[in-house]
């Protein structure tokens, strides 16, 4: 789904609903794990170097665990080669 200006709307049920169990409790516990780093930052507990050094490791362990479950699940380490189906959740980047 796109909005007026063509960028692609997130839309979770949809998402979700294209994937598997396995998929959706990965994504729940990144969104968690996220949420909970963000929300230290915003505490001032800590700082948004640590934030973002914090999120760049945390990120790179969500993909590898993609990467894992698609190759058990699909074979592969993808679940899709269509831009438009790649998950990113809303307002990561402004979060």
């Known amino acids: 789904m796109r909005d007026e ?4 709307i997130y839309d979770r049920e949809y998402y979700r609903s294209l994937c598997t169990e ?3 409790a ?10 909970e780093l963000f929300d230290r930052r915003d505490r001032g507990e800590i700082s ?9 490791k945390l990120d790179a362990e969500h993909t ?5 479950l698609y190759d058990e699940e699909f074979g592969t380490h993808s ?3 269509d831009d438009e189906n790649f998950f990113m ?3 990561f980047a402004t979060a």
Do not use: I, M, S, W
Request: net charge negative; proline share 5%; with cysteine.
């Open 5 to 8: 200006n063509g960028l692609l």
């Open 22 to 24: 396995k998929e959706n």
């Open 26 to 35: 990965l994504d729940d516990e990144y969104t968690k794990k996220f949420c």
């Open 48 to 56: 948004q170097e640590e934030c973002n050094r914090l999120y760049e």
């Open 64 to 68: 590898a665990a993609c990467e894992r």
């Open 79 to 81: 679940a899709t080669d």
């Open 89 to 91: 959740p809303p307002n």
